[in-house]
């Protein structure tokens, strides 16, 4: 099986709008007297590469500690698509789909697909932008259990 690395470098990848960039802080630095090098870290957790667990929408959905890795890791399709992907199209797309989907390009998920998608019992569906949703269905979208 091929694995692909799909992580983004943390400190330059796109931000969703509105949430604060990346702060990396020296803290000791060796060739200032210091033992070691080290640094601070200040993030939004809403950045790079990241999952979006059912607390980010459901105050009683799972946090991070508590899901399985087995939703991220496995046999996985990656599907090009740009633009908004409504149910209809979203059905389609899981003729012959494994457990996991990936979506490379410019797109969101409408409340209708994340529905479909839902419904169809994956584990995983993720998304090469910033969001899986456009801010106005934001909710919507991210409250669809998988």
């Given amino acids: 099986m091929e694995r692909i690395d799909i992580t983004r470098e943390l400190l330059s990848a796109p931000l969703y709008p509105g949430d604060p960039a990346p702060v990396l802080e020296p803290l000791a630095r060796i060739e200032l007297g210091d033992v070691c090098n080290t640094s601070a870290l200040r993030a939004c957790l809403h ?84 969001s899986v949703s456009p801010p106005d269905c934001a909710p919507a979208a991210h409250r669809q259990p998988l």
């Fill in 47 to 130: 950045m790079g590469t990241h999952m979006d667990v059912p607390r980010h929408f459901l105050p009683d959905g799972e946090t991070t500690e508590e899901l399985s890795l087995e939703s991220c890791i496995g046999k996985c399709r990656v599907v090009a698509f740009e633009g908004l992907l409504l149910g209809a199209k979203a059905e389609e797309l899981l003729e012959d789909m494994p457990q996991r989907i990936l979506f490379k390009g410019s797109m969101q998920i409408s409340p209708s697909a994340a529905f479909v998608l839902s419904d169809a019992g994956l584990l995983l569906v993720g998304v090469e932008g910033v």
